[in-house]
């Protein structure tokens, strides 16, 4: 008997040590040194002073950021009685309307299985879910929301104030109006928007399973009883680990949703935040008209701005005869990412040869080290002898260089010496995907399963540039050896070099044939209009090259997407899989690829999908449409020798007359294949 018992508190108290053991907690009072701690989609970006904003106030975009580790969410009992872990939040926000009345649609704190949502709708669905997925029981998605909008499925939007708790659906489960307690029974009201920074903890009781919200204005003492206490069990709910974070969307209507800080803790109170120690909202624009202007007050007005102006020009003329070698201009000083040359030529010895990591089509690229912060960057020199060229580099640099995406190779700053611009750029250790299909060392082979995930994060990364950013940016120049691989061996795509960007809702005015031979879709070869169907083809050629382990094309007629449909044509697709990978693949996984690189690839552009839908095939939201045989062709194999038999008029040779034409159109092409921290050397790089 004794020992049964003992037995019994064995099995007691042990799942108790282990959901102990894997405990996590953290605390954030701002986040300007939190860059690492959180991973980051859609408008979501940390303000210099370290507040994270979620969305600005565009409309029809989504934001949001979770904590870089999935946490465990299950305890340590046997499955058959397992129960959801509790946990603690709490975490200050402040939601800025566009115009009084007139914001939306609000934020939520969010325990999800994946730290991204591709696909997820705007307005009522907070960047979490979407008309397809709204309402499944696969989501694994609890939400505490925060909505400033109600009249999801109605006719008309109209103003809302309320706080729900929400499992798999934007449909809140419990409901209440937007109100804290005083003295643990007067209820005040409390607008979640316009009002100034507000308060909340969320706390889940795994044992009682129950679910407490509580809120309050920034400094005001916690109030004694919580907003909603309702009974909730989320065994069912969360998987063995979940990412914690927040998500936040605009539609019609739009607001500024901005986090001050964040603590959390699963076992126990999350730590209480230092509010003193929290950073401030950025002061936005007022629209009020209540000034009633004075002859004094103008006068005194004028006159500060005069003495300003002044004192700024006098600054300006004293800094640039300080800085000599280093003069900025006015285009220059709306970019604040700017490095000293001294810090960039220290960080790579002086731009010493043995620190040269390779020469790109725009300059030669330098590993290094910042001194300040003894962190490695990649340094690319470019040489320009036109001020014109460099104006309109800059200019896109300061574009491009505002592009924060976890499957994109950011641009951190710039420099610029006389006539050398340099770019200093993220560094990447494991270099390009290239070298890793082609030039890999010690004979590594990249799995199946990597490769996968490399196309679904270089697929994620054309979606955020072609929707998901303020303006629409074509890459112009996908392929392989311009998407790097990082520590994690996470996709990251690079090389912008020949981008161009344009406002939503308008068509792309750049008319000149740019990319790499093998990437360049046919109708670009005949009208030279890049868009965002040239960059879906030049991404189904991309998919080819990591399914097959091929190269695009050779030095005579192979075409690769021609010898995939050849395959697909004889019922033997799954012959092009990469022969390295010794069948050690997901077959579904695989013919997916396949098919949909033909589909990306298609011959029309009509036909090509959009990058979102090029996601939720990947991610088996929708099957996949079917691929016409437009490639179709008597010839035999390309591999034979009569391929080129003058009694076939095949696709290659159509092929060959595309390139005819390209390369009499005065395009240029480095000999290098270099490319390092999002720095291609093999682009065409004619037409900037």
Known sequence: MASAASLTLFFCFFPLLIALAQSVEFNLPGFNASETNLTREGAS?????????LTNKAQNVTGNAFYYQPIPMLDGYPSACRNASSFSTSFVFDIVPSSPGLGGYGLAFTLSPSPSFPGAGTEHYLGIFNSANDGNETNHIFAVEFDTVNGHNEKDDRRGNHVGININSVNSRFLKAATYYVNGTNDEDLALEGEGPIHAWIAYDGVQKVVNVTVCPLGTEKP???LISEPVDLTSVVKETMYVGFSASTGRK???????GWSFSTNGEAPALNTSQLPTTPVEKSSSKSFEPKITAIIAALSVVTVLLLVSLISLTLYRRMTRDENLEAWELDYPHRFSYKDLHTATKRFKESELIGVGGFGAVYRGVLPSKRSEVA???????SVQGMREFAAEIESLGRLRHKHLVNLQGWCKKKNDLLLVYDYIPNGSLDTLLFNPKDNFVLSWARRFDIIKGIGAGLLYLHEEW?????HRDVKSSNVMIDA?????????????????GTASHTTNVVGTIGYIAPELARNGKASTSTDVFAY???????????????SGNFFLVDWVMECRQMSRILDAADPKLNS?????????????????SHQRPGSRPTMRQVMQYLNEDGPLPFVDDERSTDCQSIFETNASSTDCQSTFETNARILDVISKDSILTSHNSSSIGAISSTSISAGR
Do not use: W
């Open 540 to 554: 189904g050629v991309l998919l080819h090259e990591i399914a097959t382990g091929r190269r695009p094309t050779d």
């Open 379 to 385: 340094v690319k020199r470019i040489s320009r002898t």
């Open 45 to 53: 970006i940390i303000k210099p002073t370290g507040v994270l904003r």
């Open 224 to 226: 004694t009883k919580s």
């Open 488 to 504: 994690e061996m996470n996709a990251r795509l690079g090389d912008f070099g020949l981008a161009r960007l344009y406002d939503h």
């Open 254 to 260: 739009s607001s500024s949703h901005y986090i001050l």
């Open 470 to 474: 303020e303006q629409v940016v074509i």
């Open 584 to 600: 050690n693949y997901v077959v579904e996984e695989m013919e997916l690829i396949l098919e949909l690189g033909l589909l990306c």
